[in-house]
């Protein structure tokens, strides 16, 4: 397969898993929805994940960005150009991750989900720790605050993915 046509089929892959997320993040309703952002899912970043195993570190990176831009897009809640970089591409460009541990795709998954989580506890302590309860430290709020949803969606991705490796669906139509 010459190159032109390789980038192409990477191309269109990307463009229908950044589709694919936008459904199960965005349209679907979330089945746990915080309040000042954040939810969980059903399984809509796996697309991103999966994608990221396939594809490797730069697509993966490249598809999470634009689905962190289209998520801004549609309705992101944005207090400072700084918090939307790391609350929508950043956070879910760094899904993208996931791309450096093909052979060990559940790791991919846990190291993508943390590079998000790592992206949102720097936005959540610069920019949200005014809503840290009185007394507790802004740190420990953003840490708690985006763990509790990240962390669930990082079992839910787990479980995915490793059904999807199991089956031997990271090498479909390769």
Known sequence: MSKISSETKILAEGTVIIALTVILKDILPPVYHLPQGGSVS???MVPL???SLRRG????LEAGTVYGLVNMALGGYIVDPIQALLDYPVAFGALGLAGIFRKYPLLGVAVGISGRFLAHFVSGLVFFAIYA????NPAVYSAIY???YLFVELIVSSFIMYIIAKRGLLEVFL
């Open 133 to 136: 309860p009185e007394g507790m």
């Open 57 to 60: 570190l730069r697509s993966g």
């Open 49 to 51: 994940l999966w994608f």
């Open 146 to 148: 985006n763990g509790s």
């Open 42 to 44: 059903l399984a809509g």
